[in-house]
């Protein structure tokens, strides 16, 4: 595969940074859904292109390393695993999230919810939700899923996140030479739950499912695809869900006399505000997209956030709608054989969020003098903060 001499920043330019409601990118998915943009990354704008383009994700390969330097086999991600390795892999992590190990999920986050909220509602004037509540709550969770203690948890969540908002160069030599204090815990953490296993994720990747078993660095590398594209953007759904409620009161208190509703409410979260706008891959060999061809070794955007706005897909894709047929079809967890493994485990932790958030905040109202600002990942769509007006349900 030709490889460029060095890669450039690719923090998304252009029409790739304009938010999905944008006439220019409105005009993309009419006009031009397989386009090369100015900065030379191609942009899938429509769901159609998409969803063709998802179906053979094993044409395209990560676009975030560092070029020119080959990576070990047992530190590839999951998504730059070709078949028939990748199938093997997901099935170990398909495994280890199996519905049956995940029933705590709910009461577990109800719990840190309560506590959480109860603290947040103590407090004069507006609250930033995603600090005192999106933010720990997913850190409780996912420390309960890894098997790991809140605070050690906690570390490994801002070292990722750190490691997310680097510029793409930047997060290329990081990937080379990660944070080597945290990436000696995590390994001593694995290594720990060989001799002595615990009923949590980890501990079930070290279980081998139809003779593929994993090596303690091929769960470490996965671990650490986890801690930069998992948590952080389930945490991102849980700030972009009660950003929504706080922004549409009408939505709240239908949801509110409605549980019923929560399951459409965290789809249609997730269709119209995708915490992942966009996911950037490289072709491995020539691809045809929408009857384009797309030489290999390109950089590839698909443009999740602007797929599920196309509305040959979803009828009014500006409107916030909890009765949408075929809700599930969004884009927001990609689509096709690499579908994220973790869908339905975000799922239910939002739906979870969401339901301690109703039984403990009679009201909530963003704060008269509220802006919406991006976090900084580049490829992320959530805001940074959500400053709220909470109103305590009766005890
Ligand atoms: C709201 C939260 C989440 C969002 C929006 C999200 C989104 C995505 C997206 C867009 C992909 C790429 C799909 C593709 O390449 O076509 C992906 C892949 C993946 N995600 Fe997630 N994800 C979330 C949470 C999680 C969680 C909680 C886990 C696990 C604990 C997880 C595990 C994975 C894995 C293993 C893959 C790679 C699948 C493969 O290449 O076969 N994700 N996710």
Redesign the pocket.
């Known amino acids: 595969m030709p490889q460029p001499a060095e890669q450039p920043d690719a923090s998304p330019p252009d029409v790739l940074q304009l938010d999905p409601d944008h006439p220019e990118v409105a005009r993309h998915r009419r006009e031009c859904p397989v386009s090369r943009t100015a900065s030379g990354i191609w942009f899938l704008a429509d769901y159609a292109a998409v969803h063709e383009a998802?179906a053979h994700?094993d044409l395209?390969v990560d676009g975030f390393r560092e070029s020119g330097r080959p990576t070990p086999p047992e530190q590839r991600?999951?998504?730059e695993?070709r078949e028939p390795e990748?199938s093997a892999?997901?099935r170990v992590?398909h495994a280890a999230?199996a519905p049956s190990t995940l029933r705590w999920i709910p009461g577990h986050t109800h719990e840190a919810g309560t506590e959480l909220l109860d603290k947040a509602l103590a407090e004069d004037g507006p609250v930033d939700l995603v600090e005192a509540f999106a933010d720990p709550v997913l850190i409780r969770v996912?420390a309960r899923?890894f098997g790991v203690a809140d605070d050690r948890m906690e570390t490994w969540v801002r070292w990722a996140e750190g490691f997310a908002r680097k510029k793409m160069v930047d997060r290329g030599k990081g990937l080379s030479d990660a944070a080597t204090d945290v990436i000696g815990d995590i390994d001593a953490v694995i290594a720990g739950k060989r001799t002595d296993p615990g009923d949590d994720?980890i501990s079930r990747m070290q279980r081998p499912v139809e003779g593929y078993a994993l090596t303690d660095l091929q769960i470490r590398t996965?671990f650490v695809?986890?801690l930069v594209?998992?948590?952080g953007?389930?945490t991102?759904?849980v700030a972009n869900l009660v950003w929504q409620l706080c922004a549409r009161p009408d939505v709240q208190s239908r949801v509110r006399e409605d549980r019923t509703l929560v399951p459409a409410l965290v789809e249609e979260v997730?269709r119209a505000e995708?915490?992942?706008a966009v996911?950037l891959?490289r072709t491995a060999e020539p691809v045809e997209v929408g009857g384009v061809t797309i030489p290999a070794g390109e950089r590839v955007a698909?443009g999740?956030a602007s797929a599920n706005r196309d509305p040959a897909q979803f009828p009014d894709p500006g409107e916030f709608r909890l009765d949408r047929q075929h809700a599930t079809r969004h884009?927001?967890?990609?689509?096709?054989?690499?579908?994220?493994?973790?869908?339905p485990?975000?799922?239910m932790?939002?739906a979870a969020a969401a339901n301690v958030f109703l039984d403990k905040v009679a009201d909530a109202r963003l704060a008269p003098d509220y802006r919406f600002v991006n976090v900084t990942v580049p490829w992320a769509h959530s805001p940074e903060t959500v400053d709220a007006v909470l109103t305590a349900a009766p005890a």
């Open positions: 998802t994700m395209f991600f999951i998504h695993i990748h892999m997901r992590i999230l996912t899923l994720f996965q695809f986890f594209a998992a948590t953007t389930t991102q759904l997730l995708s915490p992942d996911i891959r698909f999740l884009m927001a967890f990609g689509f096709g054989p690499r579908i994220c493994s973790g869908a485990t975000a799922r932790i939002a």
